[in-house]
T-cell receptor, first 111, second 116 residues
Framework: GQQVMQIPQYQHVQEGEDFTTYCNSS?????IQWYKQRPGGHPVFLIQ?????EVKKQKRLTFQFGEAKKNSSLHITATQTTDVGTYFC???????????FGGGTRLMVKP | NAGVTQTPKFQVLKTGQSMTLQCAQD?????MSWYRQDPGMGLRLIHY???????DQGEVPNGYNVSRSTTEDFPLRLLSAAPSQTSVYFC???????????????FGPGTRLLVL
């Protein structure tokens, strides 16, 4: 079945450094979503990418969808302690009804 | 709107006990799903429903049952709890697909389950 892989699993950064997490799917995706989960919390939707090569920005966060629609990335510029959490990518599963999640990248920021 | 609510927040069970995790949403969403989250494993789909009276299995359905008698409620039942079911369980809901694209999925706060 479809698999969605994320790397790295963990990332420690100094506050102010940049951070990137990568997401790869075993199959072509019609769209990809990104979620953030704060420690002890639940996943919260960040963004959806639909078009091949699409790039979207949310303040310091930049999201990209690959040309082949099989990979995606999330880049955070100048991390802050508020960026701490686990970032998940997710793609449609089972004829588009539900989401298959990647394993997540846990970001830790040292002040 | 309360969004997606889950009860209980925490639960400790003994091996072999059964219990039901409750999930409700007040957004009139057709689609509801249950995920379990284990360290390093991300979120894995247990069961899902695309509307009242319709349920289907996800990636890891064994040991769990679901039913969807109303649009609002989607309970998850553990038939005979096992230590391998120790996890954090999230319920989620979203509207029906619109224009062929995935809609935002809303998650409940989670239930932390420990099976001894």
């Amino acid at each position: 079945g479809q698999q969605v892989m994320q790397i790295p699993q963990y990332q420690h950064v100094q506050e102010g450094e940049d951070f990137t997490t990568y997401c790869n799917s075993s199959t072509t995706l019609s769209n990809i979503q990104w979620y953030k989960q704060r420690p002890g919390g639940h996943p919260v939707f960040l963004i959806q990418l639909v078009k091949s090569g699409e790039v979207k920005k949310q303040k310091r966060l930049t999201f990209q969808f690959g040309e082949a629609k099989k990979n995606s990335s999330l880049h955070i510029t100048a991390t802050q302690t508020t960026d701490v959490g686990t970032y998940f990518c997710a793609g449609p599963h089972n004829a588009g009804n539900m989401l298959t999640f990647g394993g997540g990248t846990r970001l830790m920021v040292k002040p | 709107n309360a969004g997606v609510t889950q009860t209980p927040k925490f639960q400790v069970l003994k091996t072999g006990q059964s219990m039901t995790l409750q999930c409700a949403q007040d957004m009139n969403h057709e689609y509801m799903s249950w995920y379990r989250q284990d360290p390093g494993m991300g979120l894995r789909l247990i069961h899902y429903s695309v509307g009242a009276g319709i349920t289907d299995q996800g990636e890891v359905p064994n040991g769990y049952n679901v039913s969807r008698s109303t649009t609002e409620d989607f309970p998850l039942r553990l038939l005979s709890a096992a230590p391998s079911q120790t996890s954090v369980y999230f319920c989620a809901s979203r509207p029906r697909l619109a224009g062929g694209y995935q809609e935002t999925q809303y998650f409940g706060p989670g239930t932390r389950l420990l099976v001894l």
